[in-house]
């Protein structure tokens, strides 16, 4: 292959050089930096947060976006396959310093990038946070610059005791926390007490449900002043529709997530 043809490289850090030595990061005019993985291409895309005037953006959250042989391959299939070659925790390492280098080249000052964390890494809170941090700081972030989510059924699967001490690490190095997918399945408020999350993002479905019904619609509203209540700021996601940007600005949230305002992509 002609040399001038090959993409144009990125810096690899050395604590992801040492988990994948074979790995290299490239710059695709489209999708930005990119890599590879257990021969899967990795691409970053960004969903803003806004304020209720659905024009300030509060902050973005880093979706993975992953192809097997120019296929899409759902997120939560990437891992499994992580898991099933027993690279899980280097792998979402991976996924999040390419979130962070891609978020690092376009993000204003004060900026939020909320990072899913995966469920199975909880318990190695402690040894994960400081190699993780050593990677937020190489990219010019620090760790009150992150929401990292926790998806509400994982925290109900959680052991108790694992759940309080890994929040209490989170927190202790400076990162807030958001409790996502809120109200999916069923609200666990004792959990949501014991996590006393940031930021509790509600299940798109409710406010689906809220704008078929008008019984729905008032649960929406009295759910969203309880959790605002709690002490946490209130996002909805899955604002699709007008009638349901509405709805959520008329139950006084604090943020809103869903492609009526903007979707998902990479941005430059």
Known sequence: ???????????????????????????????????????????????PIFAPDGRTVLGEEALLRAS?????????NAFAAARASDVLVGFDRLCRTLHLINFATYARPNRTLF????????????????????????????P???????????????????????VANFRSRGYRIALDDFGHGHANLDRLWA??????????????????DEKAARGY???????????????????ETTNELALARDAGVDGLQGYL????????
């Open 1 to 47: 292959m002609n040399d001038t043809l090959r993409p144009p490289t990125f810096p690899v850090p050395p604590e992801i050089r040492r988990d994948w030595p074979r790995s290299q990061f490239s710059i695709d005019a489209i999708e930005g930096v990119v890599t590879e993985a257990l021969g899967m291409r990795l691409a970053s895309a960004f969903q």
């Open 68 to 76: 097997l042989r120019r296929k899409p391959l759902a997120p939560p």
């Open 115 to 142: 990072l899913n964390v995966h469920p199975e890494l909880l318990p190695a809170v402690e040894a994960h946070g400081v190699y993780f941090e050593r990677i937020l700081e190489s990219q010019g972030f620090k």
């Open 144 to 166: 009150a610059d992150v929401v990292l989510e926790l998806l509400e059924s994982d925290v109900t699967a959680a052991e108790p005791e694992a759940l309080t001490r890994a």
């Open 195 to 212: 996590t006393a999350p940031d930021y509790v993002k509600l299940d798109r479905e409710l406010l689906r449900l809220a704008g078929r």
């Open 221 to 239: 509203r009295q759910l969203v002043a309880l959790l605002r209540d709690t002490g946490a700021q209130v996002l909805a996601e899955g604002v």
């Open 261 to 268: 305002l903007g979707e998902p992509g990479y941005r430059h």
